[in-house]
């Protein structure tokens, strides 16, 4: 049986244009430019890498146009790539060969890189997450984009101690949650007359001033708190009669941490669910890297 032979096929231009586009680096796998395979494949992981570094050390690096304009990035980026691959394939000599068995060949690297994405958004050591409520209102708002210390993929972040904004997770839900850590094991709390009591002491507070609320005709009033190990945060407080205002004392259990919004009449916190389990808790939020409001851009929170 003679086997099936395949004439030389043209590379087509504009097909390695919506290829590299697209799914970058199979345009230039098809027009046969193999190091230019290699080098997008090392070149977008290490930059993934180094961008996402340089906005951490520098806010709001990547986001300095916002999201829209990292998405008006990403397009020029990927604009940038097809055309460079449609050069190539326009100057490319013909290519014979099985078409199935050069699919797979082309698709290999996409797949590479598809993989290595996948794993470094899940165990990169800085992940980015973006707020979606108020109930950390005025530290975090709604589209407030903010770096933290802790990969997606684990939790039981071993660096935390009171005072820190934590990424966290509840029994319930798939979804994140942000929340203050305010107590941690041993430690008992307590809410009264809307104040935060801790080992039988009320937190020092000292009222700002009165704030609108961007989901109420409301007006709060916020206030700085000092735990007492030193660490200072701002809250939002609408009164005392509250649902969660008034918490009888709980201590919590080792390994645990209380957690609290900073905007205490809009949060379903620790006084609602309980003391978190360690093992819940996933990262600690190092800077806000995008917010409407730029003077609070590279603050931690």
């Known amino acids: 049986m003679s086997e099936t032979t395949y004439p030389p096929r043209p590379r ?3 097909i390695a244009l919506i290829l590299n586009a697209l799914f970058p680096p199979v345009g230039y796998a098809y027009a046969g430019a193999w190091r230019m395979v290699a080098a997008t494949v090392v070149a977008t992981l290490a930059g993934a890498v180094a961008v996402n570094e340089w906005t951490l050390a520098s806010p709001p690096g990547a986001y300095a146009y916002g999201t829209n ?3 008006a990035g990403a397009a020029l980026l990927a604009a940038a790539f097809g055309l460079h691959a449609a050069w190539l394939a326009w100057r490319a000599p013909p290519r ?3 078409p199935s068995k050069l699919a797979l060949l082309y698709i290999a690297p996409w ?3 598809f993989v290595a994405n996948l794993l470094y958004s899940a165990y990169g050591p ?3 997450y973006t707020m979606t409520a108020g109930a950390m209102e005025p530290t975090l708002r709604a589209e407030d984009i903010v770096m933290v ?5 684990r939790c039981g972040h071993p660096g935390v101690k009171p005072g820190d904004v934590v990424v966290f997770r509840k029994a319930d839900s798939a979804a994140p949650f942000v929340h203050r850590v305010v107590a ?6 307590a809410m009264a007359d809307g104040l935060l009591v801790i080992d039988g002491k009320p937190v020092a507070r000292r009222a700002l001033g009165s704030v609108a609320l961007s989901d109420s005709p ?5 206030v700085e708190e000092t735990l007492s190990n030193g660490v200072r945060y701002r809250i939002l407080d609408i009164g005392t009669d509250g649902p969660l205002d008034n918490v009888p004392e709980k201590t919590v259990p080792a390994g645990s941490w209380y957690l609290m919004g900073d905007n205490r009449d809009n949060a379903e916190d620790s006084r609602a669910i309980g003391p978190i389990p360690g093992a819940d808790v996933c990262a600690v939020a190092l800077k806000i890297v995008y917010a409407k409001d730029q003077s609070r851009v590279g603050r931690r929170p």
Request: zero cysteines; aromatic letters at 6%; charged letters at 25%.
């Open 12 to 14: 087509r231009w504009w």
């Open 69 to 71: 304009g990292l998405m």
């Open 96 to 98: 014979g060969g099985r």
């Open 111 to 113: 797949a590479l890189l």
């Open 126 to 128: 800085h992940p980015v």
């Open 149 to 153: 210390d802790g990969a997606r993929a």
């Open 184 to 189: 941690g094991p041993g430690q008992r709390v």
């Open 218 to 222: 409301v007006r709060a009033t916020e």
